[in-house]
């Protein structure tokens, strides 16, 4: 019961920031400056009454609640407008782009939590202050390269290009996954169950990892928008055509129909990843409960 | 804290103090402008004349180097204590008021955490105009940073007003007739206080790294202005060559691990 009224809550939290996000989107591409600026209106052989009757022609010079209510429900039918650096349907550009920043990110989570798990794991076990040094210095470095920077250093070094990815996402796994994992190595379950003789992979599979898990799982959905924020630098130094690529240009170009969708595309996509890491790590704890 | 980890403390201090110094002169230091071009020495390499060797333009690397370094640690701060008033405010007041005020701003925190931090900037700095002076660009990057960075201290600031606001100590200032903004002034913010100082030193590495990145991607601070994120794109160019580039990196590298040093966690962890 009280999971269907979580699962309940979840998707009106969802349906929510959608619609105050939809709202927000169509806010902000109103406002904008140049909104609705029509090319023919710079074309001075026109006289005064042809300009009148191109702007009276655009339907968004009505008011700025009717436009945003249009706009909102256009986005929730799934039309996603039209890029204007680009001509063409947003829907088709993420389409095309979509592949290369999900094998990006793969990349980025899998490669990052395996050598965050690699580094923290064996220091939740054995006692190894330098293993740990070691290991603290290292997601410490990383921490204070830019993500851009080590992509940059790697490109131009013709090194394999998507493990900036990984080595973007790992640190800032890394630092949280080794708290959660000495924390539950500290409770005084794990001590007896090392006062009894039990080994230390047992220890580490039964005792250990259970407790850190539903915090682990709430770990891998906020991952998900670490390396989202990092696909966005690699793809734009190394020019991997992704969605992170196309967002960059979409500001350059100062697109913002398009760079609003996809913010709020990127912010529905991480919420949603949350939700469900949420989800899971309710399920667990109420199954262990 | 242990006898190790305060002199790690006191050291990055220091270094940061005498960086700043030498940032505050850098014209001194280097002989030279950041934007002074030498047109007969155009990419240098390290010689005593120019210890970092010159740009493609023939500008001194260390002066620009210094110049930027003066730039990070005075705005970098600077964006750091606009985004913890921030959040100070958010916080506080959804923390001290709750109710509705409570959940609206649990939840603009919520959205603002779930964006990417990158994306974000990147959408916020397209939304105000590109082709500005060099020293609007700069302006507006810390001023975005800092109006940008405020939900995840808030987030902290507002759990930690909650936990006081049914605290002893809270409830025995009400009785004596302590109310409104003498109980905030008075009572609430002294024992906010570390927490404060906590996400404030937190927020300047932060904004130290989005900047360069930033920069790098073009959406920072523009040229003839140097920062760290411009001074990184050199790293595009041979360092073979001229290692003298590489000086900016390694530079971040110590600031930014300075102030890790100085942060509260640090402390307690490295104990």
Known sequence: MNFVKHFAHLLLSLAITVLVGGFLTAALVRLSPGF???????????DVAALRAVQAARPEHDNFFAYSVRHTARL????????????????GLLRERWPVTAQLMAVGILGGWALALAFALPGAVYPMRIWNAVAAGFSGLLLCVPSAALALLIFVYAGPVRAVMALAVFPRVFQ???????????QPHVMAARARGIGPRRILLWHIVPVAAPQALALAGVSVSMAFGAAVAVEVICD??????LAWKAALARDLPLLVTLTMLVTLATQMTNALADMLSATRSEVRA | MTRWSLRLRKLAWIFLALLFLAALFSDRIAGASYAHQFRDFPGAPMSWRFPLGT???GRDRLARLLAATRISLLLAPAAALFSTALATLVGGLAGYCGGLLDRIAARAIDLMLSLPWIFLLIAARALLPLNVSPAASLLITFALLGALGWAAPARVIRAGVRDMRSSDFLLQARACGSCGFRLLLRQLAPNLKPVLLAQF?????????????????????????????????ELETDLTFNPGIVACLALMLVVLGCFKLLL??????LD
């Open chain 2, 264 to 269: 509260p966690s640090a402390s307690a962890s």
């Open chain 1, 240 to 245: 991997f055509p992704g969605i992170g690529q």
């Open chain 1, 76 to 91: 929730v039918r799934g039309d996603l407008g039209i890029s204007r650096n680009w001509n063409r349907p947003v829907a």
């Open chain 2, 55 to 57: 740009d493609a333009l």
């Open chain 1, 176 to 186: 949280y996954l080794q708290n959660v994992l000495s924390h539950a190595a500290a």
């Open chain 1, 36 to 46: 609705g600026v029509d090319e023919h209106e710079l074309d001075p052989t026109r």
């Open chain 2, 201 to 233: 030193w937190t927020s300047i590495p932060l904004f130290i790294l989005s900047e360069a990145n930033l920069a790098l991607l073009g959406l920072g601070v523009s040229d003839p202005l140097p920062s760290w994120g411009n001074l990184l794109r």
